[in-house]
């Protein structure tokens, strides 16, 4: 299987996010309040079908033992964030669901229990489990 890794650099108003299947390394951290959300995630979400329809047995294989983590280490997201935020779980839980061992991190800050619980809410609308990450921000860099 052959893909591009996929990287938008980190702004004031949009997250980082990172694909990049050769270094095993899938995650979105920042602030997400684009101006325009449709056109800001639309080539991620172009990405993760591409990424879907081109899973094969040898990646299912490979990943087995060692899940496929996609990290999610918002800072912040704002409303219209959110429903592109929950497209990309659908497709991640799909790419799952047909075969390829996936585990997703939701990261907050230990004294943002909003950011957990906005978590748990997505968790259960995908019926996808989570692993909750704590962090205390104040002391640790993504």
Not at 33 to 46: C, H, L, Q, S
Not at 86 to 98: A, C, F, G, Q, S
């Amino acid at each position: 299987m052959i893909m591009k890794p996929f990287i938008i650099e980190e702004t004031a108003a949009t997250p980082r996010i990172v694909f990049d299947l050769d270094e095993n390394k899938f995650e979105l951290k920042g602030c997400s309040r684009p101006e325009d959300v449709r056109d800001f995630y639309a080539p991620v979400i172009k990405w993760l079908n591409n990424f879907k329809d081109s899973v094969d047995d040898d990646l299912r294989n490979d990943h087995k033992e060692q899940p496929i983590v996609f990290k999610f280490k918002f800072d912040y997201f704002n409303s219209s964030s959110a429903k592109f935020i929950l497209d990309i779980l659908v497709l991640i839980n799909r790419v799952h669901t047909e075969g390829l061992n996936i585990r997703i991190d939701w990261y907050f800050d230990e004294s943002d229990d909003d950011m957990k619980e906005v978590g748990e809410e997505l968790s259960e609308v995908v019926d996808f489990p989570f692993e909750y990450v704590v962090e205390d921000r104040n002391l640790s860099t993504f």
